[in-house]
């Protein structure tokens, strides 16, 4: 039990589009879901923190307006990556719990997204 | 500010055992976790402790002293599929809204 998968796996996009990756939880219901962004051999960087039917809360120094997040369900959050650049090349990945069981303490990893703006 | 450190890197050979440290401080202290992460991969939960003392889980231990403000991962019986970078996680509110993880180790295990 206990999965979260992320769509798309990979993308490439030019310089300028926006990019929508979906994350769900299949079994269980996310009471909440986090959006980290990972460097080569860096640690999880904490972009925002969502929970169903309110805003994001994002981390400092997190664009807000560049990086929308949407937490519409219990099982699904979306992260818009808009006017992508370069820069905003990266590994995104998400994660979910819930406020019952063992998973209140424990996070449940996507499998992640590779962003590559050309 | 909320900080957690863990050593960069280790080396080990198969079959030996490791530690893997991690001191914390956070504004609130909730739990501390350890994730594995393959390159590549995404990170999977291995432990969490909320009291002082260690957990056992097969070849994995993890243990846990609030007051050091300290933790550690231990890998018993290295297997070269170990090799990973791991990171400890500091829950640290009460709602489950606040997790702080660590820099991740960088574990090599040889031959």
């Known amino acids: 039990g206990a999965v979260v998968s992320q769509h798309p796996s990979w993308v490439i996009c030019k310089s300028g589009t926006s990019v929508k990756i979906e994350c769900r939880s299949l079994d269980f219901q996310a009471t909440t879901m986090f959006w980290y962004r990972q460097f080569p051999k860096q640690s999880l960087m904490l972009m925002a923190t969502s929970n169903e039917g309110s805003k994001a809360t994002y981390e400092q120094g997190v664009e807000k307006d560049k990086f929308l997040i949407n937490h519409a369900s219990l099982t699904l959050s979306t992260l818009t990556v808009t006017s992508a650049h370069p820069e905003d090349s990266s590994f995104y990945i998400c994660s979910a719990r819930s406020d019952s069981g063992r998973s209140y303490n424990e996070q449940f990893f996507g499998p992640g997204t590779r962003l590559t703006v050309l | 500010g909320q900080s957690l450190e863990q050593p960069s890197e280790v080396t080990a050979v198969e079959g030996a055992i490791v530690q893997i440290n991690c001191t914390y401080q956070t504004s609130g202290f909730y739990g501390l976790s350890w994730y594995q992460q393959h390159d590549g991969g995404a990170p999977t939960f291995l432990s969490y402790?909320?009291?002082?003392g260690l957990e056992e889980t097969g070849r994995f231990s993890s243990f846990l002293s609030r007051s050091d403000s300290y933790g550690y991962l231990l890998l018993q019986e290295l297997q070269m599929k170990d090799s990973a970078s791991y990171f400890c996680?500091?829950?640290?509110?009460?709602?489950?809204?606040?997790?702080?993880f660590g820099p991740g180790t960088r574990l090599s295990v040889l031959p």
């Open positions: 402790n909320a009291l002082d």
């Open positions: 996680a500091v829950r640290s509110d009460n709602y489950g809204q606040n997790f702080v």
